[in-house]
């Protein structure tokens, strides 16, 4: 099976920078992404790593090792609108998907 | 970006009726579906798998005789939650993949269904 862990909740103020942080354990994988939901909503996706390293994507980033078995997403100059859920997701097998808990973020003036 | 669309948003039935719901990528051949069920500020759960034209692959202790899931073509999959309990009630989220990128999924915006 597989298992991810990230952090429940964040809080921070606009402009600052967020680090989300994400382990697992899994039996097989191709890559970890990162998804963003709104209360309501549906999931966006924002990244995905297959390799090691860091992509960036405008204000957010996300880096992978995989000898380490953690990635984490970088939210950068933090915006009121950024409030909302990060889950982190690995791809065991295939195009599946398995999903971490989910990480609020709550952004204040 | 690639759209799908999930049809009802919101629906309330009683408890024993049977619901369905549809999952429509508007704007690609979705070869895969997946179908997911999410708590209150919990993550999504994957239920199951779908692809056009096949039996649908479960997840471990779901019950593919009370979540029916057909994938008639490349751009539709139906869920029906059959004889449905208050327990059911949850927000259900597909999403499709066209398997070219990288693992990508496009969710569609969720069905909170509400059983009473």
């Not at chain 1, 939901?37 to 405008?58: R, V």
């Not at chain 2, 759960?45 to 997840?59: D, I, P, Q, R, V």
């Not at chain 2, 993949?97 to 969710?107: D, H, K, L, V």
């Amino acid at each position: 099976g597989q298992s991810l862990e990230q952090p429940s909740e964040v809080t921070a103020v606009e402009g600052a920078i967020v680090q989300i942080n994400c382990t697992y354990q899994t039996s097989g994988f191709y890559g970890l992404s990162w998804y963003q939901q709104h209360d309501g909503g549906a999931p966006t996706f924002l990244s995905y790593n297959a390799l090691d390293g860091l992509e960036e994507t405008g204000r957010f980033s996300s880096f992978l090792s995989r000898s380490d078995s953690y990635g984490y997403l970088l939210l950068q100059e933090l915006q009121m609108k950024d409030s909302a859920s990060y889950f982190c997701a690995v791809s065991p097998s295939g195009n599946k998907l398995s999903f971490g808990a989910g990480t609020t973020v709550t952004v204040r003036a | 970006g690639a759209v799908v669309s999930q049809h009802p948003s919101r629906v309330i039935c009683k408890s024993g009726t049977s619901v369905k719901i549809e999952c429509r990528s508007l704007d690609f051949q979705a070869t895969t579906m997946f179908w997911y069920r999410q708590f209150p500020k919990k993550s999504l759960m994957l239920m199951a798998t779908s692809n056009e034209g096949s039996k649908a692959t479960y997840e471990q202790g779901v019950e593919k005789d009370k979540f029916l899931i057909n994938h008639a073509s490349l751009t539709l999959s139906t869920l029906t939650v059959t004889s449905a309990h208050p327990e059911d009630s949850s927000f259900y989220i597909c999403s499709a993949s066209s398997g070219q990128g990288p693992y990508e999924q496009y969710f569609g915006p969720g069905t909170r269904l509400t059983v009473t």
